[in-house]
């Protein structure tokens, strides 16, 4: 990703690229889900997401919390070609974009109850004036009540970002 990232500043051309190295060399099955995004000094973010989502952005602290929805299929399971993103946002200071794993917001109770979206997303309201590190430590810990002492069925990676 790095060394395509060099060569094209455009997220979907670096997701295009990947994608064809991936069906060469991923068995039949595998796949990768991915998001790329690109953040300019001045907050402005252009991305692409590869069946990876969906992704929490607030442009200013005081506005709602936007959802991304991936719009194109993971990488390796079959050929496309990603068009130019048209859709960018800038994120003003105290913005943020957080990413999250499948392995979080499908995490299980013991009664087999997803975590969900909603929760993702009502936690993250109730901290959109915490420090990134504080962010990311409450939803640890509040997946990890959920589990109710089990282990996680999937990887569980979260991603905070926030503009100084």
């Known amino acids: 990703v790095r060394a395509v990232s060099e060569m094209h500043a455009e997220p979907a051309a670096v997701l295009n ?21 690109f953040i300019s000094p001045q907050g402005q973010l252009h991305w692409g ?10 442009p200013k602290i005081d506005e709602a919390l936007i959802t991304l929805n991936p719009p ?18 800038t994120i003003e200071p105290g913005g943020s974009l957080v990413l999250v794993s499948d392995g979080l917001t499908e995490a299980v109770d013991p009664a087999d109850h997803l975590f969900g979206i909603d929760r993702v997303s009502e936690l993250l309201d109730q ?8 962010v990311l430590q409450r939803l640890r810990e509040t997946v990890h009540i959920w589990h109710r002492g089990r282990d996680p069925l999937d990887d569980q990676t979260i991603v905070v970002v926030q503009r100084s």
Do not use: C, H, M, Y
């Not at 068995?27 to 790329?36: I, K, P, R």
């Not at 997401?49 to 607030?58: E, K, N, V, W, Y």
């Not at 901290?127 to 990134?132: G, H």
């Open 17 to 37: 690229r990947i994608n064809a190295r991936l069906l060469e060399d991923l068995e039949s099955g595998q796949f990768v889900t991915a998001f790329l995004g």
């Open 49 to 58: 997401s590869a069946g990876q989502g969906p992704i929490f952005l607030r």
């Open 72 to 89: 194109i299929l993971p990488l390796g399971i079959e050929a496309w070609k990603a068009a130019p993103s048209t859709t960018s946002f």
């Open 127 to 134: 901290s959109r004036r915490d420090a990134p590190a504080d």
